[in-house]
C-alpha cells in the first residue's frame, strides 16, 4: 500500500508519516522526498525505525549541512515492495514537483494522499486558504488529494482546544471540496479531550538548536 503524507511547513505531516510507519511495522518504508524543509527530516530518527524493521528512503544528504534538494533514486523501489510505503513531501510547488516525477507509479500501484491541515499556521488558517493550497499541490503533482488531517497545533503548547479549533475549518474544506475528513491528530494526554475521530501520536522530531 502506497501512502503519500503533505501538508504545509510545520502542519506536522512528518511526525504522522513517522507514526503511520511505526504503526505499520516491521516491513514499512519511510520515503522522505521532503526537498524542502531541511529541519525535520525522518533520516534524523533512522536509527529508532531502523531498529523496529522499518528503512527509511532518503537523500544522502539529508540531516547534512550540505542539504541538496535531490530525490533519493532508490525511491522508485517503494513501489516494488508488498508492505506499505509511506512518502514524507513537502508541501509546496517544489515538493509537488518532486511528487510529481512518480506520477505513473503512483497511478500504476494505487496511493492514498493524506493533506495535512495546521490551522494555527500562515496560508492555512481558514478553508478558502487550504483548498487554495490544496489545488495547487494537486495540479503541480497531477496527484489527487484523498483526505485531509487535522493537525492543529502550537507544539509542546497544544491543548485539546487548540486541536478542536481545526475540527470545523477541516471539515468546511471537505464539504466545499468532497474530499474526506480522516481523523484529527493529538497527543495521547489531549487526545480523549478532542472532537470527533482521532489518532494519537508521539512526537519524536525536534528543532537541531
Known amino acids: 500500500m502506497i501512502k503519500i503524507v503533505t501538508g504545509h511547513f510545520g502542519s506536522g505531516k ?28 525522518t533520516n534524523d530518527v533512522r536509527d529508532m525505525l531502523a531498529a523496529k524493521g522499518i528503512d ?34 513537502g508541501g509546496d510547488a517544489d515538493g509537488a514537483a518532486a511528487l510529481g516525477r512518480f506520477h505513473e507509479a503512483f497511478c500504476t500501484s494505487g496511493y492514498e494522499m493524506l493533506f495535512v491541515v495546521n490551522t494555527r499556521r500562515p496560508l492555512t488558517r481558514n478553508a478558502d486558504e487550504i483548498i487554495e493550497y490544496m489545488r495547487e499541490i494537486e495540479a503541480v503533482s497531477r496527484l489527487e488529494v484523498t483526505g485531509v488531517v487535522n493537525s492543529t497545533n502550537l507544539g509542546d503548547e497544544t491543548t485539546a482546544a487548540i486541536v478542536n479549533e481545526g475540527v470545523p475549518i477541516c471539515m468546511n474544506v471537505c464539504e466545499k471540496t468532497g474530499k474526506k475528513f480522516m481523523f484529527s491528530t493529538a497527543a495521547p494526554h489531549v487526545a480523549k479531550d478532542v472532537e470527533g475521530s482521532v489518532k494519537m501520536i508521539e512526537r519524536y522530531m525536534t528543532l537541531p538548536y
Do not use: H, Q
Open 56 to 89: 527509511v528512503i532518503a537523500s544522502r544528504y539529508a540531516s547534512s549541512n550540505v542539504d541538496i534538494p535531490i530525490v533519493p533514486a532508490e525511491a522508485l523501489s517503494a513501489f516494488e515492495r508488498k508492505s506499505t510505503a509511506i512518502f514524507d513531501v
Open 14 to 41: 512528518t511526525e504522522l508519516a513517522l507514526n503511520m510507519a511505526l504503526e505499520a511495522g516491521k516491513g514499512c518504508a519511510v520515503v522522505d522526498i521532503d526537498i524542502v524543509n531541511p529541519y525535520f527530516r
